[in-house]
């Protein structure tokens, strides 16, 4: 993925994101970092975010962090204070798939209980500490990673999509507080992606395919003709919206998904109609 060191659109800024060892918040890390910014890299995965740190290059940084854990949050925001000095963008973007059953019936509230735990509560725990880090300075630009999911029923199970509902609900919510104080909240609803974390989160709707045929589920189910969704897109998106290019912009959900919720009434073909 490397790096550059040109001068861009976060120039001057510093960027914490949650969960971007791999995946969607990698990919925007790598887009921060080549247009000017500072990142600190949060994830529960060591080894895998030293190296996606090593590899971003020297504006890139690392710290382990649980997003269950509100200390590990703080301390990430504390650690970026200290090493940086300001945080001008927080990326709320640490999630996790659900291995669940799709049936209402079968809902395993423990599950639920750790899906909200990570998607929801870990979500509001990062705009709180990057709130009282941002509005004594009376600016900043929060975003958070929703989904499709969280638009329309019938997309995934039950739970990850209600955690995805829920976020943009903390969006539209906090975004009415946090203005008074110059700060900007906004959220990304991503189409599906085959990233590891997305094939996960299809394997338990599809038990039995193989990845090769996910993707091609994925791909298939596409709005937009000739065009696929991307990492690059959701990073654009994030680069847009952490910019002074969307600095009237707030309390806004951008949909990435090539039309999909536009028209769409259901999502996926039934499992017998592929396997």
């Known amino acids: 993925m490397g790096y550059s060191s040109q001068s861009g659109r976060l120039e001057g800024k510093v960027a914490l994101i949650t969960g971007a060892a791999s995946g969607l918040g990698k990919a925007t890390a790598s887009k921060f970092i080549s247009n000017g910014a500072k990142v600190v890299l949060a994830d529960i995965q060591h080894q895998l975010g030293q190296d996606a ?22 301390n990430a925001v504390d650690f970026t204070i200290s090493k940086h000095s300001q945080l001008d963008i927080m990326h ?18 423990a599950v639920f209980d750790r899906v909200m735990n990570i998607n929801v509560r870990g979500v509001l725990a990062g ?9 004594p300075r009376k600016t900043g630009s929060i975003l958070c990673t929703a989904s499709v999911t969280g638009l329309m029923g019938g997309l995934a199970q039950h739970t990850y999509s ?21 700060i900007r909240v906004n959220c990304i609803s991503p189409f599906a992606i085959p990233t590891p974390f997305v094939i996960e989160e299809m394997s338990q709707i599809y038990p039995g395919a193989d990845e ?13 003709e000739g065009a696929n969704c991307e990492p690059n897109d959701i990073a654009n998106a994030a680069l847009y919206l952490a910019s002074d290019e969307a600095k009237y912009v707030s309390g806004h959900n ?9 028209f769409k009434t259901f999502s996926f073909p039934a499992p017998d109609q592929v396997l």
């Open 212 to 224: 090769e045929k996910l993707i091609e589920i994925i791909h298939r189910s596409g709005a937009l």
């Open 162 to 182: 209600l955690s995805k509902f829920a976020v943009i609900g903390i969006v539209k919510s906090l975004a009415a507080e946090l203005r008074q104080h110059g």
């Open 127 to 135: 705009i709180k500490h990057a709130s009282r880090v941002m509005i």
């Open 92 to 109: 709320s973007n640490a999630g996790v798939a659900c291995k669940s059953p799709p049936s209402i019936v079968d809902l395993d509230l």
């Open 254 to 262: 951008l949909v990435v998904d090539g039309g999909f919720t536009s």
């Open 53 to 74: 740190a090593k590899e971003l290059g020297p504006n890139a940084s690392f710290i382990a962090c649980d997003v269950t854990k509100e200390s590990d949050i703080s």
